[in-house]
């Protein structure tokens, strides 16, 4: 694939194309009390301009994401490396393994969203277009929630009847209907101020309904 550097929904190529057993790193420029200033990615080695981090990001926390798409034979694996192993291309100074950073710079995403705020609000959203498939993937949720050892991951529907607002307190993962979910944060019965993951599944049912 090729690289591509997005912001603010707008994209610009970045790096070199890319393909399997290709390593690619990232780097952040860190600074105490300030956070992330810069943002560099590399390939094999090779590394590519800093991008300074939007504005609005600086001082935030940082969740790492990847996104895999398979091809038409087959799914696609990766293996991420945060410094427990040795690097097949060891980050060039000043930049060091995430693992061997200092405490200060590490939060886990948990205390992030824990700290955010007195009161924990959904952390992620799953949005379905029907109350039926909403129930079905908070059952799905649920059962693998139910199964998990700590941390404990409260999960709720929000597909059907009315919820107050101290209902929808403590809660991380919020399964809706989209009507569910305008009517609950315009009223103020749910914030999102906390999301993170918000997942609109079967969007093009969802498009074709609204």
Excluded at 3 to 10: E, I, K, L, N, V
Excluded at 69 to 79: C, E
């Amino acid at each position: 694939g090729k690289g591509f550097w997005s912001t603010a929904g707008s994209f610009e190529e970045y790096g070199e194309a890319f393909g399997p057993g290709d390593v690619i790193g990232s780097y952040l420029h860190l600074a105490e009390g300030k956070g992330v200033s810069t943002v560099s990615f590399s390939k094999n080695g090779k590394m590519f301009a800093s991008k300074p981090l939007p504005p609005h990001m600086k001082g935030a926390v940082l969740f790492p994401a990847i996104l895999l798409q398979g091809g038409p034979g087959g799914g696609a694996s990766l293996t991420v490396n945060f410094g427990s192993q040795p690097f097949t291309h060891p980050p060039q100074t000043p930049y060091i393994a995430l693992n061997n950073s200092p405490a200060f710079f590490n939060q886990s995403s948990r205390e992030a969203y824990l700290s955010a705020s007195s009161q924990r609000d959904p952390l992620a959203v799953i949005v379905e277009p029907t109350v039926e498939m909403a129930k079905q993937t908070f059952d799905c949720i649920a059962d693998l929630c139910r199964k998990l050892p700590q941390p404990t991951i409260h999960v709720q529907l929000l597909g059907s009847g009315k919820r107050s607002r101290d209902a929808v307190e403590n809660v991380d993962i919020l399964v809706a209907t989209m009507g569910k979910l305008q009517h609950a944060a315009t009223s103020g019965e749910v914030s999102l101020s906390q999301v993170r993951l918000f997942i609109l599944d079967e969007a093009d049912k969802l498009i074709s309904n609204h």
